[in-house]
């Protein structure tokens, strides 16, 4: 299951307001062993949409269909099929990546930015995954911009989140309140987990 202690009471403005709502993620210190470990997670940048490996055709064509049903659901945010293309496939990858749920973090994106590749909060987070700009000077390369890359956005998202995994012993609730900074709150969690049941998906199903 992708959540614990959903109650959508609450959620509902998150879901429908417009703006990026990426609340004041804490810039915590870092042991030199951990900001190492978490620059090289967010290195290996690419310019063009990354193409996943399968162990099997069986495989790939789950993953063929899930990209279909995806592009289908997200069609309303943007018309534009190629666009919507790349950007679900580097969701793809970056979540498997990283090992977080690919479900998940399409409702964490949904909730932060409404899917704008542009967004900015009130506190400067940045992106489809609302990114403060400190994690460019922490683990980057120095240079906030870079964060409007939508690869670069992504991929610093998901090892961001999996590090909050890691932090909360994979408790999602924890882990979500520590990324939007309300951590053991729960209107942003459950914001998210009420997002993320827009993108469920069940290969017997399409």
């Known amino acids: ?17 417009g703006r990026a709502h990426a609340g004041g993620q804490i810039e915590e210190p870092l042991a030199d062993s951990v900001r190492n470990a978490l620059r090289a997670s967010v290195s290996d940048r690419l310019n063009r949409p990354p193409e996943p490996e399968f162990r099997s055709s069986d495989d790939y064509f789950a993953y063929l269909k899930w990209l279909r049903e995806m592009s289908a659901r ?54 489809y995954m609302q990114v403060m700009p400190f994690w460019a000077r922490l683990i980057g390369d120095g240079d906030p911009g870079t964060l409007f890359d939508t690869r670069v956005n992504l991929r610093f998202g998901c090892v961001i989140l999996r590090h909050y995994l890691d932090r909360e012993r994979e408790d999602n609730f924890m882990a979500l309140g520590r990324y939007n900074g309300s951590r ?23």
């Open 184 to 206: 053991g709150k729960a209107e942003y969690p459950n914001a998210v987990f009420a997002a993320a049941k827009q993108w469920a998906y069940s290969p017997k199903s399409t």
């Open 1 to 17: 299951m992708i959540s614990r202690r959903i109650c959508l009471a609450g959620s509902a403005a998150w879901l429908l307001a």
């Open 74 to 127: 997200l069609r309303k945010r943007h018309a534009d099929l190629q666009h919507r293309t790349d950007f679900l496939k580097t969701v793809w990858y970056e979540t498997k990546r990283a090992g977080v749920d690919t479900t998940l973090v399409l409702g964490l994106i949904q909730v932060e930015s409404n899917f704008r590749k542009f967004a900015v909060s009130v506190v400067g987070a940045r992106g």
